[in-house]
């Protein structure tokens, strides 16, 4: 029979001699914590914030890169296909973005990697793939997200990727190679010309080495003036490339035209649930012609600034010079949340607008709709 004392599940759970140490010494360390001054010992070590260092950059192509990350105490494993919060402090202000783990959690060197490709008017992602250099330090969050293949259950993947979407594939692939279980696997991978494919060398090298794997590349600029057309997703490419489609798990990743093609396609086909998409930003609605914006007021920041209808006002702050909370900017964490104080708003996401005053609004995904005025 059971100790009623000894199962007494209400006891408080036993703290490790480091946690009891750090409670002890951060009696002396007021206002901060013993974790701060660590920190300056080794960035890694940092108990209040989990931290990265990078210890290899690798060109993959003309525009992106491969960095490798060595991440602190703190971290924790990760499944093929997630992706997490990297910080990047530039001129002074620190800003977030999401990024695919492109390596496999089977790695035994403790190291993961991000690959990211410089887009057309992306600061951060241009910071990452030419300034930033080994031996610096990146916030990190801890590994999100739900796009990973199933434990439960064999199924027969499609990766349908472009651009540097090919990155949580590249992990999935990658991941049942290290585990020696490659599955019955077709890889539809679009990119502008060849010398642009992410990964291709070692995409070409896998198709080589495991006939399980079957890789179709599209390289759309071949197609010329018929590339929106013959080149972009489209259903009979689809039949031609991979026949079997209805019979597979879906995984698509990629710029949100192919995307929403896809959604289309699969919606008409009555195959939807079998589609498993990773967003890297919000679904927005369009804007109606004869919306206007107007000015924003960061009310505790003294800040005014000029903004138009369809700019999201997180950005607007941060083109304005101020560094507010934010998390993954596409509306789901609720990180960049503020009150409205007056004025009026947009969700991006819908095309509603918001003039509750005092109600929550979240700057990432919101715009200004007229004069308005915020609580940051
Ligand atoms: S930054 Fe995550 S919801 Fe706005």
Redesign the pocket.
């Known amino acids: 029979m059971t100790d009623p004392k000894k199962s007494n599940n209400t006891a408080k759970p036993k703290r490790s001699f480091l946690a009891r140490f750090s409670a002890f010494t951060d009696k002396f360390a007021y206002p901060l914590r013993t974790s701060h001054y660590v920190e300056l010992l080794n960035p890694l070590w940092a108990g209040h914030a989990l931290r990265a260092k990078v210890v290899k950059v690798w060109d993959e192509t003309k525009d992106s890169r491969t960095l490798t990350l060595k991440p602190g105490f703190n971290w924790r494993g990760y499944r093929a296909g997630q992706h997490v919060r990297i910080g990047v402090p530039l001129n002074g202000v620190q800003y977030t973005r999401t990024y695919t783990i492109s390596s496999p959690p089977e790695r035994n060197d403790g190291l993961f990697t991000i690959t990211v490709k410089a887009i057309a008017d992306g600061r951060i992602s241009h910071h990452l793939v030419r300034d930033v250099k080994v031996g610096s330090f990146l916030a990190i969050g801890l590994p999100q997200g739900d796009f990973y293949l199933p434990d439960s259950r064999p199924v027969k993947p499609l990766f349908i990727t472009a651009g540097s979407g090919i990155t949580p594939a590249m992990s999935m692939l990658e991941s049942m190679l290290a585990k020696d279980r490659m599955r019955d696997t077709v890889h539809i991978h679009y990119a502008p010309h060849e010398f642009d494919a992410i990964f291709n060398k070692r995409l070409k090298q896998i198709e080589i080495e495991q006939p399980a794997y079957n890789l179709n590349q599209v390289f759309t600029h071949e197609y010329g003036e018929h590339k929106q057309t013959k080149g972009y997703f489209h259903a009979e490419q689809l039949e031609r490339l991979c026949p079997d489609w209805r019979e597979r798990e879906t995984y698509a990743c990629g710029p949100q035209p192919l995307i929403e093609a896809m959604e289309k396609h699969f919606t008409q086909e009555g195959m939807l649930r079998h589609l498993h998409i990773e967003r890297f930003s919000a679904q927005l609605a369009e804007i109606p012609k004869e919306a206007v914006g107007g000015t924003v007021s960061f009310l505790k920041s003294g800040i005014d600034a000029i903004a138009d209808a369809s700019t999201a006002l997180?950005r607007v702050a941060e083109d304005a010079g101020m560094n507010p909370p934010?998390?993954?900017?596409?509306?789901?964490?609720?990180?960049?949340?503020t009150t409205l104080l007056s004025g009026c708003v947009r969700d991006l996401r819908t095309g509603k607008l918001i003039n509750d005053i005092g109600s929550k609004i979240?700057?990432?995904?919101c715009a200004a709709a007229g004069n308005c005025e915020l609580d940051l």
């Open positions: 997180l934010h998390g993954c900017r596409m509306g789901i964490c609720h990180s960049c949340s979240q700057t990432c995904v």
